[in-house]
């Protein structure tokens, strides 16, 4: 009826109106003749597919119309559709929303019977319902089923051992007499939800299946105890800035890297602030002026001196006592430092040189990852240092050598264009407006640092390279999987990079000088060297086993009899595991009715093999006759009744060992 201004004053509508709830779905079932949103064609197509999903992973034939089953159909769009914007499950912010709903859904297929992986295959099911609607979903249908499908893989893993936990807890609790009997230990059930991660509305719901409740006192014993754990940690986390009352740092470090007359405005010695520290303490010296980057968004803080003419403090870090109060951690070397003293801060030339290298070319592997890999990738994480550039994002699969090679190509492109780089401080909507790259979960201040880097645009407040040209060569050294649906590059630039090359052109010119060819043969020759290995281990496994098979041969006068069998305990020379294996089945053939324990020593190691055939498992097993032995020997082992292995580290013992073979049968025979 009103719209109200900013002012408060409310003016009345032209046309004043209903908001009635009716949201498409809800329309859709009006026009569809249905009463409710589930019974649409949309929901009704996708209700069949979450039947078909969860029936096939176990549930047989669950109940069409369950509520569970609306809970999984209506789960799998606002995950689909969460993952193609993006987010990937987490620990955290919008990940950690994902990760609730999507452990929802398969908790409720879990419930209808399902104990494989159901709910990543629906991915299919709702792109061909709302792919014509959003094309990004077919586009991305793979990426957002295997992003799924990890995440659910892992939580039947938890399902699955919360359970096992669980089960083996409400049949100690049934046991107890009287009331005992029918409550959970609280324990054992924040326990589940806080080690285990097993959701805490699932373990209600199997104990009430049990007619049980839980302790809830015990539990919230716990949970307080892990809130003041929590809280406690992030007292500590704060100390340092929790101290401070002063005036902010200015600093100047993105035009110069020494300030004259930095005036010192607070001292910490191991976190409590002080008025002065001496010669040979580590302190925390906060300056009101500084050219000393603190670490922030990834980049590590700078390091250098600060000097007057009566002492000399050797910086070893840079940190944030608080957003805008910059603390110089390090050790002072000559002389005392007081707060009002003067100090000539010197940064590190070399060290910064080389961190905004690896700064700048982040920037630029960040948007060559978005090109070659999809717009998904977004940043996760990453450390700038003087060494290199870590940087984890998101992104469900190993990068192919090829994509390696291209986001190098793109990265070197833009150094070799040698573009300038341009910094601007504007309003966050402004910068809004320009496109620039944001962080999700990132706090913006209402004015923020634009950067342009070749083609790359985001807010950084970071130190970088004057010209793209300045980063040298870029080389990308690792790629690895750190967390689910998270991957880690790491790369290096400028004369980094150029030691790296030429330590691998050293390493495969020593290899070529081994294998006595050029380096351009070296893949060829070094194939056909490992042809050879293989075929001479062939060989010695050939003459390994007719070694082994000509000693059992001779072993067959050493068995004796135990009543109605033979036993034979017996060491092998020079035999391995398979041959062991072999020279058993060939013994056990020939003896036919027969207990045999083999022993060979290699290398300070003692492998062993116990046998026993098909007529005497049911009072010898191969399992338990080996371990007895291996005991003897310093180890230990087990396996089938009519086959078993193990091993041990102490030879010295097992002539002792096999003559207590007989014995140990002649008791069960």
């Not at 408060?8 to 779905?25: C, I, N």
């Not at 709910?119 to 089923?145: I, S």
């Not at 199997?206 to 302790?215: A, N």
């Not at 002389?335 to 982040?362: L, P």
């Amino acid at each position: 009826q009103f719209n109200r201004t900013e002012d408060g004053v409310m003016h009345k509508l032209p046309k004043p109106s209903v908001d009635t709830g009716m949201g498409l779905e809800r329309i859709t079932a009006v026009l569809q003749h249905v009463h409710s949103n589930y019974e649409i064609d949309l929901f009704v197509n996708l209700l069949d597919a979450s039947k078909r999903a969860v029936d096939a992973a176990g549930a047989a034939d669950c109940d069409k119309d369950s509520p569970s089953l609306k809970v999984i159909a209506d789960h799998i769009r606002a995950c689909t559709f969460t993952v193609v914007d993006g987010i990937i499950p987490g620990n955290e912010g919008r990940g950690y929303v994902l990760r609730r709903i999507t452990r929802r859904a398969i908790r409720h297929g879990y419930k209808l019977g399902a104990r494989t992986p159901f709910f990543h295959t629906l991915v299919a099911a709702l792109a061909v319902e709302m792919g014509d609607a959003y094309p990004e979903l077919r586009q991305q249908q793979q990426r957002v089923t295997e992003v799924l499908k990890q995440e659910e893989e892992r939580f039947f893993q938890t399902i699955s051992n919360g359970m096992e936990i669980l089960e083996a807890a409400l049949a100690e609790t049934a046991a107890k007499p009287g009331e005992a009997g029918r409550i959970l230990n609280g324990d054992l059930a924040f326990k589940l939800h806080d080690t285990y991660g097993f959701p805490l509305d699932l373990t209600a719901d199997v104990r009430r299946e049990r007619d049980m409740t839980v302790d809830g006192a015990a539990f919230d014993i716990a949970m307080n105890r892990q809130r003041e754990q929590a809280r406690a940690a992030g007292k500590f986390k704060m100390a340092l800035g929790l101290e401070y009352s002063g005036t902010a740092t200015t600093f100047h470090g993105y035009e110069h890297l020494v300030h004259e007359g930095a005036k010192v405005t607070a001292i910490y010695l191991d976190g409590t602030p002080a008025l002065r520290a001496r010669a040979g303490d580590d302190a925390v010296i906060v300056l009101d002026h500084t050219p000393f980057y603190a670490e922030s968004g990834g980049q590590a803080g700078d390091t250098g001196e600060l000097r007057n003419a009566r002492s000399r403090v050797l910086v070893e870090d840079t940190i944030k006592v608080q957003a805008s109060v910059f603390g110089h951690h390090g050790r002072i070397v000559e002389g005392e430092v007081e707060v009002g003293d003067s100090f000539t801060a010197r940064v590190d030339a070399e060290r910064r040189v080389k961190t905004v290298r690896n700064h700048s070319a982040t920037h630029l592997m960040h948007k060559a990852l978005r090109e070659v890999l999809g717009a998904h990738v977004q940043q996760k994480g990453s450390l700038v240092n003087a060494e290199r550039t870590r940087f984890d994002f998101a992104h469900n699969a190993p990068m192919t050598e090829a994509q390696i090679a291209k986001v190098e190509s793109l990265v070197n492109a833009e150094v070799l264009a040698n573009a300038a780089t341009q910094a601007r401080v504007m309003a966050i909507d402004d910068a809004q407006k320009t496109g620039a790259m944001m962080l999700f979960g990132e706090k913006y201040g209402d004015e923020v640092r634009v950067l342009d880097i070749g083609s790359s645009r985001e807010l950084c407040g970071g130190t970088h390279v004057t010209r793209t040209g300045d980063i040298g060569l870029f080389k990308i050294v690792a790629e690895s999987g750190v967390a689910a649906g998270v991957r880690r590059v790491e790369a290096i630039t400028g004369d980094n990079a150029l030691v790296y090359l030429q330590s691998l052109e050293g390493t495969m010119n020593q290899l070529a000088g081994t294998l006595k060819a050029s380096p351009a043969e070296v893949p060829t020759r070094l194939t056909q060297v490992l042809d050879q290995v293989r075929a001479l281990e062939k060989e010695l496994v050939a003459i390994k086993g007719k070694l082994a098979s000509s000693q059992g041969d001779e072993l067959l006068s050493q068995a004796v009899d135990v009543g109605s069998l033979k036993v034979l305990a017996a060491r092998l020379e020079g035999a391995d595991a398979k041959a062991l294996r072999e020279t058993m089945d060939k013994l056990k053939d020939k003896l036919k009715s027969a207990v045999i324990v083999l022993a060979s020593v290699e290398g300070g190691k003692v492998q062993l093999a116990a046998g026993v055939t098909a007529d005497h498992i049911g009072k010898v097993k191969a399992g338990e006759l080996v371990n007895f032995v291996a005991q003897q020997v310093g180890g230990k082992g087990g396996g089938k009744a009519d086959m078993a292995m193990a091993g041990g580290t102490d030879p010295s013992g097992l002539s002792a060992a096999l003559d207590s073979v007989r014995a140990w049968v002649a008791e069960r025979v």
